[in-house]
Protein backbone atom coordinates (compact mmCIF):
# COMPACT_ATOMS: atom_id res chain seq x y z
CA UNK A 1 0.00 0.00 0.00
CA UNK A 2 2.66 2.58 0.98
CA UNK A 3 4.28 1.61 -2.80
CA UNK A 4 0.91 2.50 -4.23
CA UNK A 5 0.91 5.90 -2.55
CA UNK A 6 4.55 6.86 -3.41
CA UNK A 7 4.11 6.03 -6.95
CA UNK A 8 0.86 8.23 -7.10
CA UNK A 9 2.61 11.22 -5.53
CA UNK A 10 5.44 10.83 -7.75
CA UNK A 11 3.28 10.39 -10.65
CA UNK A 12 1.03 13.72 -9.82
CA UNK A 13 4.49 15.88 -8.95
CA UNK A 14 5.45 14.72 -12.62
CA UNK A 15 2.03 16.08 -14.09
CA UNK A 16 2.33 19.09 -11.90
CA UNK A 17 6.31 20.11 -13.19
CA UNK A 18 5.29 18.57 -17.26
CA UNK A 19 2.58 21.50 -16.59
CA UNK A 20 4.37 24.44 -15.02
CA UNK A 21 6.49 23.87 -18.19
CA UNK A 22 4.01 24.81 -20.47
CA UNK A 23 3.97 28.22 -19.23
CA UNK A 24 6.35 30.76 -19.55
CA UNK A 25 7.96 32.93 -17.39
CA UNK A 26 6.84 36.86 -16.71
CA UNK A 27 8.09 38.87 -18.70
CA UNK A 28 10.43 41.87 -16.67
CA UNK A 29 7.85 44.44 -18.68
CA UNK A 30 4.85 42.67 -16.78
CA UNK A 31 6.52 43.46 -13.38
CA UNK A 32 9.57 45.19 -13.95
CA UNK A 33 10.26 46.36 -10.74
CA UNK A 34 9.90 42.55 -8.80
CA UNK A 35 11.96 41.47 -11.94
CA UNK A 36 14.79 43.79 -11.08
CA UNK A 37 15.30 44.96 -14.55
CA UNK A 38 13.53 48.66 -14.61
CA UNK A 39 16.26 50.32 -16.53
CA UNK A 40 14.70 48.48 -19.30
CA UNK A 41 11.89 50.99 -19.74
CA UNK A 42 14.06 53.39 -20.35
CA UNK A 43 16.58 52.15 -23.00
CA UNK A 44 19.31 54.06 -23.41
CA UNK A 45 19.51 56.61 -26.44
CA UNK A 46 21.23 55.19 -29.74
CA UNK A 47 24.58 57.36 -29.80
CA UNK A 48 26.48 57.55 -33.76
CA UNK A 49 26.20 60.19 -36.40
CA UNK A 50 23.26 60.76 -38.62
CA UNK A 51 24.74 61.46 -42.46
CA UNK A 52 22.50 62.93 -44.95
CA UNK A 53 23.47 62.79 -48.67
CA UNK A 54 22.14 64.48 -51.55
CA UNK A 55 22.80 63.89 -55.28
CA UNK A 56 24.40 66.75 -57.66
CA UNK A 57 21.00 67.42 -58.97
CA UNK A 58 19.70 67.95 -55.70
CA UNK A 59 22.62 70.06 -54.77
CA UNK A 60 22.04 72.56 -58.34
CA UNK A 61 17.94 72.38 -57.48
CA UNK A 62 19.16 74.05 -54.53
CA UNK A 63 21.59 76.70 -55.40
CA UNK A 64 19.79 77.42 -58.45
CA UNK A 65 17.93 80.26 -56.22
CA UNK A 66 20.87 81.57 -54.96
CA UNK A 67 22.51 82.30 -58.42
CA UNK A 68 23.09 86.14 -58.66
CA UNK A 69 20.95 87.82 -61.00
CA UNK A 70 21.64 90.99 -63.53
CA UNK A 71 18.96 94.01 -65.11
CA UNK A 72 19.00 93.61 -68.55
CA UNK A 73 17.43 96.36 -70.45
CA UNK A 74 15.70 96.15 -73.49
CA UNK A 75 14.90 98.85 -76.28
CA UNK A 76 12.44 97.31 -79.08
CA UNK A 77 11.97 99.65 -81.79
CA UNK A 78 7.93 98.98 -83.67
CA UNK A 79 5.69 100.28 -85.96
CA UNK A 80 1.97 99.89 -85.26
CA UNK A 81 -0.69 98.63 -88.24
CA UNK A 82 -3.27 100.97 -89.69
CA UNK A 83 -5.78 99.87 -86.76
CA UNK A 84 -6.21 102.26 -83.95
CA UNK A 85 -5.25 101.37 -80.49
CA UNK A 86 -8.32 100.06 -78.53
CA UNK A 87 -6.65 96.96 -76.21
CA UNK A 88 -6.64 97.28 -72.61
CA UNK A 89 -3.06 95.95 -72.95
CA UNK A 90 -2.04 98.99 -75.23
CA UNK A 91 -3.43 101.42 -73.09
CA UNK A 92 -1.90 100.31 -69.75
CA UNK A 93 1.27 100.38 -71.94
CA UNK A 94 1.72 96.62 -72.11
CA UNK A 95 1.37 94.81 -75.60
CA UNK A 96 4.31 92.37 -76.03
CA UNK A 97 5.58 89.81 -73.54
CA UNK A 98 9.37 89.11 -74.36
CA UNK A 99 11.05 86.12 -73.90
CA UNK A 100 15.07 85.81 -74.07
CA UNK A 101 16.59 82.13 -74.80
CA UNK A 102 19.94 81.40 -73.78
CA UNK A 103 22.29 79.74 -76.43
CA UNK A 104 23.84 77.53 -73.85
CA UNK A 105 22.31 73.88 -72.64
CA UNK A 106 21.15 73.64 -68.57
CA UNK A 107 23.96 71.19 -67.50
CA UNK A 108 21.52 69.74 -65.16
CA UNK A 109 19.01 68.57 -68.27
CA UNK A 110 20.73 69.13 -71.16
CA UNK A 111 17.60 70.58 -72.41
CA UNK A 112 17.00 74.32 -72.84
CA UNK A 113 17.51 76.59 -70.44
CA UNK A 114 14.46 78.72 -68.82
CA UNK A 115 14.10 81.30 -70.52
CA UNK A 116 13.83 84.67 -68.54
CA UNK A 117 10.51 86.86 -69.84
CA UNK A 118 9.22 90.59 -69.04
CA UNK A 119 6.01 92.64 -70.61
CA UNK A 120 7.35 95.22 -72.71
CA UNK A 121 5.87 98.41 -71.79
CA UNK A 122 5.69 101.37 -74.57
CA UNK A 123 7.31 104.71 -73.56
CA UNK A 124 7.66 106.87 -76.52
CA UNK A 125 6.05 107.62 -79.99
CA UNK A 126 8.09 109.47 -81.79
CA UNK A 127 7.28 111.94 -84.96
CA UNK A 128 7.82 109.41 -87.38
CA UNK A 129 5.28 106.78 -86.18
CA UNK A 130 7.73 104.95 -84.50
CA UNK A 131 7.10 103.30 -81.00
CA UNK A 132 9.75 102.55 -78.56
CA UNK A 133 8.73 99.39 -75.93
CA UNK A 134 11.19 99.09 -73.19
CA UNK A 135 11.09 95.94 -70.56
CA UNK A 136 14.15 94.70 -67.99
CA UNK A 137 14.83 91.13 -67.29
CA UNK A 138 16.48 90.07 -64.17
CA UNK A 139 18.71 86.83 -66.22
CA UNK A 140 20.86 84.64 -63.58
CA UNK A 141 24.81 85.87 -64.56
CA UNK A 142 24.77 81.87 -65.61
CA UNK A 143 22.12 82.53 -68.22
CA UNK A 144 24.72 82.74 -71.11
CA UNK A 145 24.55 84.54 -74.60
CA UNK A 146 21.27 85.30 -75.40
CA UNK A 147 20.61 83.14 -78.98
CA UNK A 148 17.55 83.78 -79.45
CA UNK A 149 14.02 86.06 -78.70
CA UNK A 150 10.62 84.65 -78.40
CA UNK A 151 7.45 87.64 -78.98
CA UNK A 152 3.79 87.32 -78.77
CA UNK A 153 2.15 89.85 -79.37
CA UNK A 154 -1.17 91.03 -77.02
CA UNK A 155 -2.38 93.64 -78.55
CA UNK A 156 -5.55 93.35 -80.69
CA UNK A 157 -3.61 94.74 -84.17
CA UNK A 158 -0.78 93.25 -85.88
CA UNK A 159 2.65 95.22 -85.17
CA UNK A 160 5.51 95.99 -86.74
CA UNK A 161 8.79 95.04 -85.21
CA UNK A 162 11.90 96.71 -86.33
CA UNK A 163 14.99 95.43 -84.01
CA UNK A 164 15.49 95.18 -80.48
CA UNK A 165 18.79 96.03 -78.36
CA UNK A 166 19.66 93.92 -75.63
CA UNK A 167 22.02 96.25 -72.91
CA UNK A 168 24.00 93.75 -71.46
CA UNK A 169 27.01 94.08 -69.21
CA UNK A 170 29.69 93.01 -72.00
CA UNK A 171 27.73 95.27 -74.35
CA UNK A 172 24.88 95.84 -76.54
CA UNK A 173 23.50 93.32 -78.94
CA UNK A 174 21.26 93.93 -81.33
CA UNK A 175 18.24 91.70 -82.81
CA UNK A 176 17.69 92.62 -86.59
CA UNK A 177 13.22 91.67 -86.50
CA UNK A 178 11.76 94.03 -89.50
CA UNK A 179 8.69 91.46 -88.99
CA UNK A 180 4.76 92.10 -88.79
CA UNK A 181 3.48 90.00 -85.62
CA UNK A 182 -0.03 88.99 -85.58
CA UNK A 183 -1.94 89.92 -82.42
CA UNK A 184 -2.31 86.74 -80.88
CA UNK A 185 -6.17 86.64 -81.05
CA UNK A 186 -5.30 85.23 -84.43
CA UNK A 187 -2.24 83.70 -84.01
CA UNK A 188 -1.30 82.75 -80.18
CA UNK A 189 1.95 81.14 -81.24
CA UNK A 190 4.92 83.23 -80.38
CA UNK A 191 7.33 84.56 -82.99
CA UNK A 192 11.01 83.33 -82.53
CA UNK A 193 13.78 85.62 -83.69
CA UNK A 194 17.65 84.65 -83.63
CA UNK A 195 21.13 86.31 -83.37
CA UNK A 196 22.68 87.93 -86.25
CA UNK A 197 25.51 85.58 -85.02
CA UNK A 198 26.14 82.57 -87.81
CA UNK A 199 26.97 79.10 -87.20
CA UNK A 200 28.62 76.06 -88.82
CA UNK A 201 25.90 73.26 -88.94
CA UNK A 202 27.80 71.31 -86.30
CA UNK A 203 28.71 74.36 -84.06
CA UNK A 204 24.87 75.44 -83.96
CA UNK A 205 23.98 75.19 -80.18
CA UNK A 206 21.38 72.46 -79.65
CA UNK A 207 19.02 74.31 -78.08
CA UNK A 208 18.86 76.96 -81.20
CA UNK A 209 18.71 73.38 -83.53
CA UNK A 210 15.83 72.55 -81.78
CA UNK A 211 14.05 76.72 -81.87
CA UNK A 212 14.66 76.02 -86.08
CA UNK A 213 13.07 72.55 -86.23
CA UNK A 214 9.84 73.93 -83.52
CA UNK A 215 9.55 77.23 -86.06
CA UNK A 216 9.94 75.06 -89.23
CA UNK A 217 7.23 72.90 -88.31
CA UNK A 218 4.83 76.11 -87.32
CA UNK A 219 5.37 77.19 -90.34
CA UNK A 220 4.50 74.09 -92.26
CA UNK A 221 1.23 73.77 -90.69
CA UNK A 222 0.17 77.04 -90.93
CA UNK A 223 0.28 76.77 -95.08
CA UNK A 224 -2.68 76.31 -96.80
Known amino acids: MFCKEASSSLQTLNIAKSLSSEFTKPSALVNPLSAGHRYKLFPRPIRGRCTVTASKFDIDWITKDNVKKIKVKGIITAKQGLLPSVGVTDLLGVSLLVELISAETDPRTLMEKDPVKDNARRVLLDAHGED ?93
Open 132 to 224: QYECVFDMPEDFGPVGAIRVLNQDLKEIFLKEMKLELPDGSVTFTFNSWVAPKSEDPTKRTFFSNKSYLPLQTPEPLKQLRKQGAGDLARQEP
